[in-house]
């Protein structure tokens, strides 16, 4: 008895956050991906089995394939820029001997604001005729731009929210992985004639390697649940130009009441990421170093 108390006692300590899981994970995954069979709208108030139907009509759709396309542009500008900038940042802020964690605070400080918070700072920025942004551009000459009413600098504008928002995040997980690189090797890269790139991507890089794997599969699902910067700054619009696959759920959940389309749509998505991430795992997840 004993003994299989002492067998059991650790899976009481985890049951709990397994119940939860399941309940708001598993669950409701699973209820998606049956429901995607079924045409649940305000025409059908009781499911009827449709078979793939809602599939069909989704491949079929030349607005979803805009929405697949937007995700897409928002995803790379999103996952490029933010990793990109933060990796710099964190190399600049690992030289700095004194007050370094002031510049930590700062460039830290977006990550703590909700997004919803954050969206609303920004859209006030890109106001045409009152936002900060065209009030600087009118000073030095240029002409205003209508950053959020204009197809084609739109979807930019939401970009740079999300970046603004967790590019300090990353930053901090680089520096954590750049201060466990032991200083010995640097400097004996030093002495050897070794410049500052050749450092860091010969030497800093592959060391924090595991860092840079988790943070670019952490980047990849903020891409793809960016939703409230839609919702509160854009709409989806202008003609579709920023409507983004989550949002697209909404809009087909919540706003069209057609559960059987959105359900679908979610079980895409999850099957997208599902399939991104194994891709990841089974190419670059080889090539990383876990012993710094």
């Known amino acids: 008895m004993i003994m299989l108390s002492k067998r059991v006692r650790p899976y009481l300590f985890v049951a709990p956050a397994f119940v939860f899981l399941f309940m708001f994970t598993y669950y409701p995954t699973g209820f998606a991906f049956v429901r995607s069979f079924f045409h649940w709208n305000t025409s059908n108030i009781q499911p009827v089995f449709a078979g793939v139907h809602n599939y069909v009509e989704l491949l079929q759709s030349r607005r979803f394939w805009q929405v697949v396309g937007n995700t897409v542009v928002y995803a790379v500008s999103f996952i490029l820029v933010s990793t990109v900038l933060a990796l710099f940042l964190a190399v600049q802020i690992n030289k700095v001997t004194r007050g370094g964690s002031i510049f930590k605070s700062v460039f830290f400080y977006p990550t703590m604001i909700p997004m919803a918070a954050a969206a609303l700072i920004w859209l006030f920025l890109f106001l045409p005729d009152f936002g900060l942004i065209n009030y600087y551009l009118r000073r030095i000459g240029l002409p205003s731009i209508n950053w959020l009413n204009d197809s084609s600098v739109a979807l930019f504008s939401v970009t740079v929210v999300g970046i603004w928002k967790y590019t300090g995040y990353y930053m901090l997980l680089f520096l954590a992985g750049l201060k466990n690189v032991p200083d010995e090797l640097m400097d004996a890269a030093h002495i050897e004639g070794a410049n500052g790139f050749?450092?860091?991507?010969?030497?800093?890089?592959?060391?924090?390697?595991?860092?840079?794997?988790?943070?670019?599969?952490?980047?990849?699902?903020?891409?793809?649940?960016?939703?409230?910067?839609?919702?509160?700054?854009?709409?989806?619009?202008?003609?579709?130009?920023?409507?983004?696959?989550?949002?697209?759920?909404?809009?087909?959940?919540?706003?069209?009441?057609?559960?059987?389309?959105?359900?679908?749509?979610?079980?895409?998505?999850?099957?997208?990421?599902?399939?991104?991430?194994?891709?990841?795992?089974?190419?670059?997840?080889?090539?990383?170093?876990?012993e710094v």
């Not at 649940?225 to 989550?246: C, H, K, R, W, Y």
């Open 198 to 290: 050749q450092r860091l991507f010969r030497i800093s890089l592959p060391l924090i390697s595991s860092h840079i794997f988790f943070i670019l599969i952490i980047a990849i699902i903020n891409a793809m649940e960016a939703v409230d910067q839609i919702f509160i700054m854009t709409q989806g619009g202008p003609s579709n130009s920023t409507n983004l696959i989550v949002y697209f759920i909404y809009q087909q959940g919540f706003r069209f009441w057609d559960m059987g389309m959105a359900s679908a749509l979610t079980s895409m998505l999850i099957v997208a990421l599902v399939l991104v991430v194994s891709v990841l795992f089974l190419t670059l997840g080889k090539k990383v170093y876990y």
